[in-house]
């Protein structure tokens, strides 16, 4: 099981941007689905964004404005989060999963590995 660390979490105002970063403790790039999570209280969580072999995977509600990446020297995975709006607030989870061909890459149930999670808070 890969041991994921996320950072990059914070408060900002609405319009603005954060920038997530998940540290894994073995390569991922080839062997492993990258994906981000949220999870507002109440709520279910939520598949953000995917990445694997260079596919990008977005849940609706924020394409345009996220985007994950992946830098195989550094293991780390990134969400960069511009345009935050105050329904963005949620802990944000990264994950790996070894299951590299799914139907929807946005299912948490997919996902075999998770980090801590990050808090990010976007103000009205």
């Known amino acids: 099981q890969v041991q994921l660390v996320e950072s990059g979490g914070g408060s900002v105002q609405a319009g603005g941007s954060l920038s997530l970063s998940c540290v894994a403790s073995?390569?991922?790039?080839?062997?492993?689905?990258m994906g981000w999570f949220r999870q507002a209280p109440g709520k279910e969580r939520e598949g953000v964004a995917a990445i694997y072999a260079g596919r990008t995977y977005y849940v609706d509600s924020v394409k345009g404005r996220f985007t994950i990446s992946q830098d195989n020297a550094k293991n780390t995975v990134y969400l960069q989060m511009n345009s935050l709006k105050p329904e963005d607030t949620a802990m944000y989870s990264c994950a790996a999963s070894g299951i590299l061909w799914v139907a929807d890459p946005l299912r948490p149930i997919n996902y075999n590995s998770w980090g801590q999670g990050t808090q990010v808070t976007v103000s009205s």
């Open positions: 073995v390569s991922t790039v080839t062997s492993y689905r």
